[in-house]
């Protein structure tokens, strides 16, 4: 076995990147490998989410690693499942509320006058509501379904980038390069889009890689009082709702807990990270 010597080991210390920690890696692949499950469920699940393989509330065996739930579905496989449901529905919603609030936000902080006056005046009604309250009741409106549930994490959530993306915009548009492309005689949208925005861009995606872990909770959570996905769609949120019902049969909730816990680490950890690489004092 070769060691390596200090003076090596201290080269490759220095060399690493400060960023990429072990947070950082196991935030990886933790996303990764609900990423992949995605994609590769249906080919790694053992049983179809759907079907009745087993004895109602069975607990976990080497046939059933996750015990069965309240109908006989095995709950390895709904909770691989799950992540079909919850992690497109999250990168949609958080990529939808980007759009919307960046865009927004930026014409706030670059325009401003009445135009902004509107748009952040439109901000501090939204974000004056509890967001989990105004998420019910946008969902309570338009009906359960994961499809109306986004719609309702949407509208909770753009204000927040737009707010994000003002301020960057208000403290990049005094800068010296800007006033030199305005003066030599640049369009506002050329400015506002070729000198502005790609300065702007490092909070939001920092924000938007932790979010994404706090719209699949916000989303398991209108799915566990019945305004997200409709039965018997294998969504983690209704499937600790049914394991809510039988308390005894602790396996029921178990597997969509530990992912729903999972991944939020997983999105949290590469939020750290990104922040840490793109922090210069963290150098």
């Not at 006058?113 to 952040?120: F, K, L, S, T």
């Not at 403290?171 to 506002?188: F, I, K, L, N, Y």
């Not at 409709?230 to 602790?250: H, L, R």
């Amino acid at each position: 076995m070769t060691l390596v010597s200090p003076s090596r080991a201290s080269r490759l210390a220095l060399h690493w990147p400060h960023w990429l920690s072990l947070p950082m890696m196991l935030g990886l692949l933790i996303v990764g490998f609900w990423a992949i499950m995605t994609v590769a469920a249906p080919l790694v699940a053992p049983y179809d989410p759907l079907d009745l393989v087993g004895r109602r509330l069975q607990a976990p065996s080497w046939e059933h690693w996750l015990g069965t739930d309240a109908l006989g579905r095995d709950v390895l496989s709904r909770t691989l499942h799950g992540a079909v449901h919850s992690l497109p529905l999250a990168v949609m919603v958080v990529a939808l509320s980007v759009l919307i609030g960046a865009t927004l936000g930026a014409l706030s902080g670059y325009l401003g006058g009445w135009v902004g006056a509107v748009i952040m005046r439109l901000v501090d009604v939204t974000l004056s509501f509890p967001p989990m309250l105004l998420a019910m009741a946008v969902a309570a409106s338009l009906g359960p379904g994961l499809g109306n549930a986004a719609i309702a994490m949407v509208i909770v959530w753009w204000p927040v980038y737009a707010r994000l993306m003002r301020a960057q915009v208000l403290e990049v548009r005094e800068r010296e390069h800007v006033e030199a492309a305005v003066a030599s005689g640049a369009t506002r949208p050329r400015v506002l889009i070729r000198h502005i925005l790609p300065l702007c861009w490092t909070p939001v995606l920092v924000s938007a890689t932790m979010d994404l872990g706090q719209v699949i909770l916000l989303a398991a959570s209108l799915s566990f009082i019945g305004l997200g996905a409709t039965p018997p769609t294998p969504e983690w949120g209704s499937m600790i709702s049914d394991g809510a019902s039988q308390f005894y049969s602790w396996w029921v909730a178990l597997g969509p807990g530990l992912a729903i816990l999972t991944i939020v680490l997983g999105f949290n950890f590469i939020g750290d990270g990104l922040h840490d690489y793109f922090d210069p004092r963290s150098e």
